[in-house]
Each structure stands twice: as structure tokens, then as C-alpha cells.
């Protein structure tokens, strides 16, 4: 386990080339701003059932040097998975391409509840599916439509364990190092451990930290009661 707390940029510049095996990330993307101020997302809201403050945006203009950082410290045959909704899809995805990563195609994960909005109330969320190399998915049989119910009431952001699992368990093998450079509620990395591979995340928010840390002794005491 390697945690940073700093820069998500910052942080995967202190990683070596060609270090990780899988990618999972989501980071507090530009337009969450703006469905926040229109009153169409809790994603970033201070609750009852969380402490936690407004997360800081992370700009579309940075995309690239984050982008570059993850190609530089994925291995060759390694995937990469970035969670966004439609506007972030079209940033992103030409801005991957041209520092190298070959895209496939936008999974969709069914949140199978729907969420706040006005026009056609959203129930769903992408994924974007990017490989570098060239890498088989261990389970051809998995459709691109990923149903898993969504977290309520729970850290901001929070993605559940299941789906990232899916992904983990079609990416990579035992003892991988997966990261996640804004690991938010740790989902990810809760995931990782309880699969068996290594892994590495960073966050810049103490209340992240406090939340992962409290996520793995959890994991340790039930691993240990069985």
C-alpha cells in the first residue's frame, strides 16, 4: 500500500514508469460545478451523513497533464478506466488518444435508482474504457452495461464495491498494482485489497483519508472473523 496525500498530478510524478497494472479513477470533473449550481447533483454537497466539504474541481485544462502522467506509469498491455458523465466523455477522450491510449468504448454503469435533475432524470453514469497495448479482457461475456445499485447516503462520490470489482476482476490478475489517484471514498482501493492485488492511491482530502483508513480496518476485521 503507497497513499499520497497531495496533487493527483503532483503525486503520480514521484511513480516510476511503467509501475502499474490497472487504473480505476474519478475525478471531481469540471461540470460537476455547474449541476451544482443549478441544483441538479448532491455529488459535492455537505450532508448529514458526511462531513465532508466541497470537493476542489478538477479543471479540464489539467486533463492532459494527467492524462500524459497515466500513460507514462502504465505498463504496456494495461487498462485504464476513467468514471465521468457525457460532458467529461468528450474532453477527455480525444486529449487520451493523442498521448496514446487507444479508446473503446463508454461503459455504462446502471445506478438502477435515478438521481436529482429536470430533463430526463439521470439513472446512470460512464465509464470510459481505454486500453494501452494490447491486453484481453478475462471475461469476454461481460456486457458493456453494468448494472450495480448506487451508493446512498454515503461519502461523497462513493462508488460501490461490486462494480469496481467487476472491473478489477476483468483487468487484472492477483498481486497487480492498481491506482487511483483521487480515490474519494476508497472504493477502489477497499476493492483491490479484498481481490488480493496491490494497491496505491492518493487524495488531497484528510476526510478521504480518515474515511479509506476507517474503510480497510473494517476489511481486516471481517477478513480476520471468518
Given at each position: 500500500m503507497?497513499?499520497?496525500?497531495?496533487?493527483?498530478?503532483?503525486?503520480?510524478?514521484?511513480?516510476?514508469?511503467?509501475?502499474?497494472?490497472?487504473?480505476?479513477?474519478?475525478?471531481?470533473?469540471?461540470?460537476?460545478?455547474?449541476?451544482?449550481?443549478?441544483?441538479?447533483t448532491?455529488?459535492?454537497?455537505?450532508?448529514?451523513?458526511?462531513?465532508?466539504?466541497?470537493?476542489?474541481?478538477?479543471?479540464?485544462?489539467?486533463?492532459?497533464?494527467?492524462?500524459?502522467?497515466?500513460?507514462?506509469?502504465?505498463?504496456?498491455n494495461?487498462?485504464?478506466?476513467?468514471?465521468?458523465?457525457?460532458?467529461?466523455?468528450?474532453?477527455?477522450?480525444?486529449?487520451?488518444?493523442k498521448?496514446?491510449?487507444?479508446?473503446?468504448?463508454?461503459?455504462?454503469?446502471?445506478?438502477?435508482?435515478?438521481?436529482?435533475?429536470?430533463?430526463?432524470?439521470?439513472?446512470?453514469?460512464?465509464?470510459?474504457?481505454?486500453?494501452?497495448?494490447?491486453?484481453?479482457?478475462?471475461?469476454?461475456?461481460?456486457?458493456?452495461?453494468?448494472?450495480?445499485?448506487?451508493?446512498?447516503?454515503?461519502?461523497?462520490?462513493?462508488?460501490?464495491?461490486?462494480?469496481?470489482?467487476?472491473?478489477?476482476?476483468?483487468?487484472?490478475?492477483?498481486d497487480?498494482?492498481?491506482?487511483?489517484?483521487?480515490?474519494g471514498?476508497?472504493?477502489?482501493?477497499?476493492a483491490?485489497?479484498?481481490?488480493?492485488?496491490?494497491?496505491?492511491?492518493?487524495?488531497?482530502?484528510?476526510?478521504?483519508?480518515?474515511?479509506?483508513?476507517?474503510?480497510?480496518?473494517?476489511?481486516?476485521?471481517?477478513?480476520?472473523?471468518?
Amino acid at each position: 500500500m503507497y497513499l499520497g496525500q497531495e496533487d493527483a498530478i503532483a503525486w503520480l510524478s514521484t511513480l516510476d514508469d511503467s509501475s502499474v497494472d490497472l487504473i480505476i479513477t474519478d475525478p471531481p470533473y469540471e461540470s460537476l460545478e455547474k449541476h451544482r449550481k443549478i441544483g441538479t447533483t448532491t455529488r459535492l454537497k455537505q450532508s448529514k451523513s458526511s462531513s465532508n466539504m466541497w470537493f476542489d474541481i478538477f479543471p479540464n485544462e489539467r486533463f492532459e497533464s494527467l492524462l500524459t502522467e497515466l500513460f507514462r506509469v502504465l505498463k504496456k498491455n494495461s487498462h485504464f478506466y476513467l468514471f465521468c458523465d457525457q460532458e467529461t466523455l468528450f474532453v477527455v477522450k480525444p486529449i487520451a488518444e493523442k498521448v496514446g491510449f487507444k479508446f473503446w468504448k463508454a461503459i455504462i454503469w446502471d445506478k438502477v435508482n435515478i438521481g436529482m435533475g429536470y430533463h430526463y432524470r439521470s439513472r446512470h453514469e460512464l465509464i470510459l474504457f481505454f486500453e494501452k497495448g494490447k491486453r484481453k479482457l478475462n471475461d469476454l461475456g461481460i456486457p458493456d452495461v453494468l448494472v450495480c445499485k448506487r451508493v446512498h447516503r454515503g461519502y461523497p462520490t462513493e462508488k460501490p464495491v461490486p462494480l469496481l470489482e467487476i472491473l478489477i476482476k476483468q483487468s487484472s490478475e492477483t498481486d497487480e498494482v492498481i491506482i487511483d489517484p483521487f480515490f474519494g471514498s476508497g472504493s477502489t482501493l477497499v476493492a483491490a485489497k479484498s481481490m488480493g492485488r496491490t494497491f496505491w492511491g492518493n487524495d488531497i482530502s484528510s476526510d478521504a483519508h480518515e474515511h479509506l483508513n476507517s474503510r480497510l480496518i473494517t476489511l481486516a476485521e471481517k477478513v480476520d472473523s471468518e
